[in-house]
């Protein structure tokens, strides 16, 4: 009953969806002011509607009703609660469902929240949202209905990945969600503005903050998929450049380059175009990630169960969204003024340098993606892209926009010399080439030194910022502290996710320049040796799990001759499926991880075990959270709530005139 | 009698040679290993896919991380051996796509870009520092008041 | 409305072809996808395809059997397939094996992968026997020259003991009707 109840819910929500894409737009287009009101009214009911049909499935997952087909094969009775509710999103049906209400989510909070927007942009913006809701809530009822009953009911449900089941994974699809999905609000403004043929200053103060809050999601997203895959996955590795991983990647960094534009817009009101067809671009880059991850067209170890008479559905919507947008954005996009003019050395200017930059390394990601699809077509061979090709193109890149990210928030708005900028990196410069110099010696390693000298060029130009920004030295220390803690939320953001990002790039380089990896066959009582680090193989135990039979090694640890406590690794085998899985040992630290995983065992009773050191691995997923933490802290500053109207928009006056 | 004291004799000595081979694996030389894991890492799994033969767990990546092994020991270049299986699986097996004339793009790409994009700077960005000069410069005081301004205001 | 920056002079507008681009490559991208769809990216190509059967002497499945080798495959056209005790879909396949090796079309030669020894001879009395010649490919060696990545996989193999062609996944009597017996009717007309 309630899954036909949930069925129903949706049906409604798609005719409410339909209505809500078109009652607006003509209202708006005529000036008819309860035509234009239905949107929000729509949008909210589209939401209580997907809710409901959401909580259906839901129920249905948390019963174990195995009469829902996407419940048989995806759940099972003997899984957790918390894994079972979890498992509603975890297939092709589910997510999808998630998707939508995401997108109805962003669409209620603007039908709610937005009252200050002008009435023809609030209902434009809701119509354009609700068009995709129709879109997609249609791909669902008439090719992945959620609620499609299996006849007969099975006693028993497929679904028992034991991989699958792990706390990271299961919140990580709906920070993904956010993410990608919230970027529909960037779209649906930039749409509705084309289609108003203005920007006005209420724009750009809205989209700024959606923007920002949907990238930290999916900030959080990905950073959550990278670890989870380093612990639960056995390998070690904590980025594959999959396909699909690149697919929640690429919507990052345009979303990036996206954000940093919605704050000149709101600052400086220019930028303006660039900024549009860029939050078109980001959603595009959503859709062909959802493209991706369900019509199968590459290989991945993410894609759901592949359908390409589903592909065909997405890439109409594609089409038809995107190439729509783009269409009335080549036809409109010029008749939006252009802002008040800036210098290329300006604050502004390092900002669309950051964007062409992260546009460029986008568009390398994406090459690589999709280039096994474009030689299929075109000839007969076949080719894979692999972490090579990307490690090498992509690296380059990103230590251009660590350089950018150090100079840039040094510049002053519109009209800069570079010269005071230069002179206040100096000292920094200097010293990051200092750090480089003698971690390439010390280490070894020529593209160690360089990442760390980026990194530390980022944070030495931050901490220089801000003993700029506080006049610290030259004033006395009560009143740089007093003007510290006089700065708004938006700037310790700006601190907060800088100094994450040049963590994480720390981790990153250190990870790919000195991890290290010994394989060795080892019975009972022997030592392997790894670094300053030697791993004894005390024990092997066999030990039953709820669902599993696992084989558990301790090793004792010993580092330069003392004791340093021990490690175990599990190799789990799970009857039910007949699969064979391996819980590495890891033994997380601020400078390195110790990473110990079982392999096979030999037929002499020995096992294969490989141990690996992993220095700043943590740097990598604690850099990741703190960029996510730093926006959701900006996020906080009151000047979004009240809209710092009027200072900025007299300086703009000013500057204008 | 004779005849099968030595025949037992033979048979003994052929022994270890048997077990041989029998064995499974190459013996562990330290630098084959290192090179072996190389190569390993940079050869797909054609089962799954999605992993380098080194990680994967299927039966056929064990196969061939032997076989790797094997040819290395046997004194085969790390570049002969991928070759070898590039022989039989093409160059999908290759992590690294090779640079042919089909892959030209995809190596060229990412400078292709870069190069669209400073021609991008140069031409619609660059040429503003004249406009914005030429369009109200500050005096020496607006510029202090200026400077003051951003920097009580802590802007961002 | 006045426009600020033409008070101070303009700033270049861009083009409208400028403007048209990503829409267009938006197309191109799509076009890619569309064709993309019709294709199978866990697909390989052969690249055996013409060339040698490569040599090999395999295990025999059991004592005193008889083993397979590249030279039982020269002098007619013939059929080897690769399957496995463990391999589902090689049951699936099985029946039309029987049938193609019941009708005396063209002898099939059984390659077992991967399989424990005794495995492989159960599974045959099980689901009954096609073959002509059977071999135990135990650890791949044989499977990874001919290119497999699965099973069941089988190639056709000409008069000379050249591959000739290759079929991924089980052979069904459709396949067997439109593809594989044309291509065996095409290279016995060939040899002789």
Sequence with gaps: MLNEIGLYALIVALLVAVAQSSVPLWGAAKRKPRLMAFAASAAVGQLLLVGAAFLCLVAAFATSDFSVRVVAANSHTLKPLFYKISATWGQHEGSMLLWVLVLSLFGAAVAVFGNNLPATLKARVLAVQGMIGAAFLAFLIFTSSPFARLDPTPLEGMGFNPLLQDPGLAVHPPMLYLGYVGFSIAYSFSVAALIEGKVDAAWARWVRPWVLAAWCFLTIGITLGSLWAYYELGWGGWWFWDPVENASFMPWLIGGALLHCTLVVERRHTLVNWTLLLSILTFTLSLIGTFLVRSGVLTSVHAFAVDPARGVFILSMIVAASGGALTLYAVRARDIEPGPPFAAVSREGAILGNNLLLLVATATVFLGTFYPLVIDALTSDKISVGPPYFDMTFAPIMLLVAALMAFGPLLRWRSDDARPATQLLTAPAIAALAVGIITSIVGKSFWGGLGFAFASLIVLGLARWLQARTRLGKAPLRQSLTMARAFPGATWGFLGAHLGFAIAMFGVTAMSAWDSEEVALLKRGETTRLGSYAFRMESVETIPGPNYEAQRLTFSVVRDGRADGSISTERRYYPERDTITTEAGIRPGIFANLYVAAGEEDPSGGFSVRTNYHPLAMWIWLGGFMIAGGGLVSLSDRRFRIGAPHRMRAAVAAASA | ?156 | MSNPAQQVGSVRPFPLWAAVVPAVLLLLVSGFFAVGLTRDPHRLPSLMIDRQMPEFALAPLSEGRQTLRNEDLVGHVSIVNVFGSWCIACVAEHPQLIEIARSGVVPIYGVDWRDEPGAGTAWLVRYGDPYTLTGVDADSRLAIDLGVTGAPESFVIDTGGRIRYKHVGPITSEIWADTLLPIVRNLEAEGS
């Design chain 2, 1 to 156: 009698m004779k005849h099968l004291a030595m025949a037992l004799m033979l048979f003994l000595a052929s022994a270890p040679s048997m077990v041989a081979a029998y064995a499974q694996e190459p013996e562990f030389d330290p630098k084959v290993e290192a090179a072996a894991r190389e190569v390993g890492k940079s050869l797909r799994c054609v089962v799954c896919q999605n992993q380098s033969i080194e990680d994967s767990g299927a039966p056929l990546a064990a196969d061939m991380r032997r076989l790797v092994r094997e040819r290395l020991a046997a004194g085969e270049s790390p570049d002969e051996v991928r070759a070898y299986m590039t022989d039989r699986y093409g160059n999908f097996v290759l992590m690294k796509p090779p640079v042919q004339l089909d892959t030209l793009l995809l190596w060229l790409g990412p400078l292709l870009f870069a190069c669209l994009a400073l021609a991008g700077w140069l031409v619609y960005v660059r040429p503003r520092t004249q406009i914005a000069a030429a369009a109200e410069p500050l005096t020496e005081e607006e510029q202090r008041a200026l400077a003051r301004h951003l920097a009580e205001g802590a802007e961002l």
